[in-house]
């Protein structure tokens, strides 16, 4: 493209930098010091003597069982998604019966309902269920609220199978099933790792569902911990500040490993 | 399309269990709070059908009227902030070099975060005693941000900014890198710079991606709502009360359910609307085959 550099854009991009930057150093440098050194250094300055005393504490304080409860919930919340939206990308881009494509208008209208505008009904439903407070109530609607954004990522991928590929399969007299597993699914691979991540992440950040939902200290995720924290020991900083980076250390290790999925996955949403 | 035969492939059964599931927990409860709306209910029991009460006493209620305005409010300044910085952004990291791939990836990061940790930490970070505003006095003064209404507004809005920019700039960053390149090898040939090159192809060729980015900002900004109940509670008084945290207070602190319900498909009309109109007003609908290209 250009050869010559544009400084005005790689100046802004610098000031971006800091903005993103800035509050993230501030929140690692404060988690490795104790509070009365935080308190009198300052936020900027660099811890004097290093401690892992925060993090010691965050999870001697319940961390350990939220972090175990949000892990039931996302592996819960993944497995569903998995299993329920592969075939229902399937029959959207295979099936051009009208039903079918009711259900896929029905899935592009759910994108555009924010989870607020049902989470009292969702209440009352899962409370006539029994469900309230259990990790299962929470479970049920994130992992349907993870569905239509799935279902879009995957027909985009599915649709991206070339038709000669079923047709010679068809001719084969392979049945959907066969088709299904033989061609689909190995070829959508990197949409099924987009999904798993994205819905990974929205289950594992959720936080007006548990919040509606649960209410006992066994039942609680790593949000409901973290803004239960924030409200008993607000002073607390640095040992606030070390469960938010504990709170985030799985994703960040999620994203070093599949940044790319995430990414295209993301970019598919809004791009299209 | 050679074989219009249903041989070989799925039926309709194949959609149904996502479809039940969905169904289940998005669309019957969107029927159902239409329903919660015209009725009395305290979280105990069943719901009373008690007429247009909830709404007569909705209309009535300045809070509500307010929170309405302040969801609008924060919904136009997180568009008016987010959408030129992430428009540039984009555009730059569109490009090829190394630097850009790195910086990229760490602009990225906000997003992953839960709204939770972002607004904790902003919370951490902007405390008057013990956060940087007390190195900073230079910038923020006394520094309770919080505690003033224009304060509390901006630090909602910034830190929607914060945490939102990097999934937009990847919205503009995608479509910035599907400008095919001819055009601005002619407009190189014409003599056009940097700047005019951005006006007159970068921009216009974003249009749909400008249309996208923007509904999921309004939906984003007329539901926000973690943010508020951790950074603000609503305050200072009911400053930064708005209509997603009304909504939050009916229902689960005054176990008005209700009036929560009167407010969450107000919520759901004003963002249909809004969305509606942007899609008109911009000729966005139109464009669909356009941008359909899958």
Redesign the interface.
């Known amino acids: 493209?250009?050869a010559?550099p544009?400084y005005l854009?790689?100046f802004?991009?610098l000031v971006?930098?800091f903005?993103?930057?800035?509050?993230?150093y501030?929140?690692l440098v404060?988690t490795f010091q104790t509070r009365a050194d935080?308190?009198g250094n300052?936020?900027?300055s660099f811890p004097e003597r290093f401690t892992l005393d925060n993090y010691v504490n965050d999870l001697s304080e319940g961390f350990g069982q939220y972090f175990l409860n949000t892990v039931i919930v996302t592996v819960c919340v993944v497995g569903?998604v998995v299993v329920?939206?592969p075939?229902?990308a399937?029959?959207?881009v295979?099936?051009?019966?009208k039903?079918?494509g009711r259900?896929f208008r029905?899935?592009l209208l759910?994108l555009?309902?924010?989870s607020?505008?049902?989470?009292?009904?969702?209440?009352?439903?899962i409370?006539q269920a029994g469900l309230y407070d259990s990790l299962i109530g929470i479970v049920?609607?994130t992992?349907?609220?993870s569905?239509?954004v799935s279902?879009l990522i995957l027909?985009?991928v599915m649709?991206?199978v070339s038709p000669e590929l079923?047709?010679a399969?068809?001719l084969d007299?392979?049945?959907?099933w066969r088709?299904?597993h033989q061609l689909v699914l190995p070829l959508s691979k990197s949409g099924l790792s987009t999904i798993v991540v994205f819905s990974s992440?929205q289950a594992?950040?959720?936080?007006?569902f548990p919040l509606?939902l649960t209410q006992s200290a066994e039942n609680k995720v790593?949000?409901m911990g973290?803004?239960d924290f924030?409200t008993e020991h607000?002073?607390d900083?640095p040992a606030?500040?070390a469960?938010?980076v504990l709170?985030?250390l799985p994703?960040?290790l999620v994203?070093l490993f599949a940044?790319r999925a995430l990414?295209q996955g993301?970019?598919g949403v809004?791009?299209? | 399309m050679?074989?219009s035969s249903t041989?070989?492939?799925?039926?309709?059964a194949?959609?149904v269990?996502?479809?039940v599931?969905?169904?289940?927990?998005?669309?019957?409860?969107?029927l159902?709070?239409v329903v919660?709306s015209f009725t009395r209910w305290n979280?105990i029991g069943s719901?009373r059908f008690a007429g247009l009460e909830n709404w007569d006493k909705l209309l009535d209620d300045p809070v509500m009227v307010n929170s309405l305005w302040l969801s609008l409010l924060l919904t136009v300044l997180g568009v008016v902030v987010q959408t030129p910085?992430s428009i540039?952004?984009g555009?730059?990291?569109a490009?090829h070099q190394r630097n850009?791939a790195v910086?990229s990836?760490?602009?990225?990061?906000?997003?992953?975060?839960?709204?939770?940790?972002v607004s904790?930490?902003?919370?951490?970070?902007l405390?008057p005693n013990?956060?940087?505003p007390?190195?900073a006095t230079w910038l923020f003064g006394d520094g309770n941000l919080l505690g003033v209404r224009a304060g509390a507004i901006g630090v909602l809005v910034f830190v929607s900014t914060?945490q939102f920019?990097p999934?937009?700039t990847?919205?503009y960053?995608?479509?910035a890198r599907?400008v095919p390149?001819v055009l601005?090898q002619a407009a190189q040939i014409d003599g056009a710079g940097?700047v005019r090159q951005f006006f007159h192809i970068t921009l216009p060729q974003l249009r749909n991606?400008i249309v996208?980015?923007m509904i999921?900002m309004v939906?984003g900004g007329?539901?926000t709502?973690?943010t508020v109940?951790?950074l603000t509670q609503g305050g200072p008084g009911t400053d930064t009360t708005n209509s997603?945290y009304y909504?939050?207070q009916k229902?689960?602190k005054s176990f008005d359910?209700g009036a929560?319900?009167a407010i969450?498909?107000l919520?759901?009309l004003v963002?249909?609307l809004v969305?509606l109109v942007m899609v008109r007003l911009t000729g966005y609908d139109k464009m669909r085959s356009t941008?359909?290209?899958?």
Request: overall charge positive; cysteine-free.
């Open positions: 493209m250009r010559r544009n854009a790689g802004g991009s971006w930098l903005v993103v930057g800035l509050p993230l501030v929140m404060a935080y308190a300052g936020p900027l569903i329920l939206v075939p229902l399937y029959a959207i295979r099936n051009d019966g039903a079918t259900v029905m899935f759910g555009a309902v924010p607020q505008a049902v989470i009292v009904p969702v209440f009352y439903l409370d049920l609607p992992a349907a609220f569905m239509p279902a027909t985009g649709r991206d079923y047709e399969m068809t007299g392979a049945s959907p088709i299904f992440l594992w950040n959720g936080f007006l509606v790593v949000t973290l803004y924030q607000g002073v900083i606030l500040l469960a938010v709170s985030m994703v960040l994203y940044r990414v993301l970019m809004g791009g299209k | 050679t074989s041989v070989g492939r799925p039926g309709f194949w959609a269990p996502a479809a599931f969905f169904g289940l927990f998005a669309l019957v409860p969107l159902l709070v919660l979280g719901p910085i540039l952004l555009v730059w990291a490009g850009r910086l990836a760490i602009y990225f990061v906000p997003l992953l975060l839960s709204i939770t940790a904790v930490l902003w919370r951490a970070v405390d013990f956060g940087v007390s190195q914060w920019t999934l937009h990847l919205i960053q995608g479509a599907a390149r601005y940097t991606s996208t980015s999921l939906v007329l539901t709502f973690d109940l951790i997603a909504m939050y229902g689960f359910f929560a319900s969450a498909l919520l759901v963002a249909t969305s941008m359909e290209g899958v």
